[in-house]
């Protein structure tokens, strides 16, 4: 008798945990519903800062089929901001299934939206992305890219005064976060973004920064002795942040730029080029006793 009460209250409480198991599980379906039709009912705002503000957020969301879909909606939208901010997102993402939506936007007629494209990429290590950010910062002789036509390619070089939307987006391309002090070089480059001339060129070049291919370095070398000043400038902040010291010996002749802006920085960079060398070298001897 007394076996018989226990198996039945064995048996109650395991179709309880049962049932208890499946209502979570229902709550729990039904408020990932729920929180996937408030970020889909934000991409459908007429307010365009709204479906930004909803872009943004999905960068929160990891990497699930669902948010890349809502953000590779979002890189369709009108409104140029919105289509920023799904680049930027999905940098941040860095899921492999948006590289193709992120290629096409590499067509897309704003310019500011392709590099913002070419930079996600690039941040997901996709040569796409790069070869984009070289052929802007080339001449027509030294590089060409797939992706863009020379219409579009110079569209870009000649870009200028680039959107805040858009320059927030290249400061945390390029590795920095937007807080003063954080990393050297951070308020060189803010200083260079400040100035509504800045070029498409000098912007590409800025994202080639921490780029270790020595092709890139020789366009970045070349770019030293462009007529466009902020290229000039953009080039030496960006050889500087590579810290190859053999690069120092390229610096050198903008000791007589008649612009500030690129004199000081190539001062500057050749300063912690020869510094980062001397160190090397130093650590390697003492490996070496």
């Known amino acids: ?18 049932a208890s198991t499946v209502l979570s599980q229902t709550k729990f379906s039904s408020n990932t519903l729920e929180a996937e039709e408030i970020l889909t009912q934000g991409l459908s705002e007429k307010n365009p800062e709204k479906r930004k ?20 909606r979002a890189l369709k939208d009108p409104d140029v901001n919105v289509r920023l901010a799904a680049c930027a997102s999905l940098a941040e993402i860095k899921d492999n299934r948006a590289i193709t939506v992120l290629e096409e936007s590499l067509n897309d007629p704003v310019a500011e939206v392709t590099f913002a494209a070419a930079q996600a990429l690039w941040q997901m290590n996709q040569n796409s992305g790069k070869e984009v950010l070289m052929a802007v910062l080339a001449g027509e002789q ?53 100035n509504s001339n800045i070029s498409g060129r000098a912007l ?15 366009l970045l070398k070349d770019a030293l ?23 120092s010996k390229s610096l050198t002749p903008l000791f ?32 070496n006793k």
């Open 1 to 18: 008798m007394i076996n018989k009460i226990n198996k039945f209250f064995i048996i109650i409480f395991f179709l309880l945990l049962s």
């Open 204 to 218: 590409a070049a800025l994202l080639l920064a921490k780029d270790n291919d020595p092709d890139s370095l020789e």
């Open 53 to 72: 503000e909803a872009v943004v957020a999905l960068s929160l969301a990891g990497n699930n089929i669902k948010v890349i879909s809502l953000l590779t």
């Open 142 to 194: 030294k590089t060409s890219s797939s992706y863009l036509s020379k219409q579009k390619r110079d569209t870009m070089r000649m870009m200028k005064n680039p959107s805040g939307l858009f320059k927030f987006i290249l400061k945390t391309g390029i590795g920095f976060v937007p807080v003063p002090g954080v990393e050297a070089g951070f308020t060189s480059m803010e200083e260079l973004l400040k």
């Open 256 to 287: 007589q730029d008649k612009k500030e802006e690129v004199r000081f920085r190539a001062a500057a960079a050749y300063l912690r080029l020869e510094f980062s060398g001397k160190n090397f070298n130093s650590k390697l001897r003492k490996k």
């Open 225 to 247: 002795i462009d007529k466009d000043w902020s290229v000039r400038a953009a080039a030496a902040h960006a050889i500087a942040l590579r810290n190859q010291p053999g690069a």
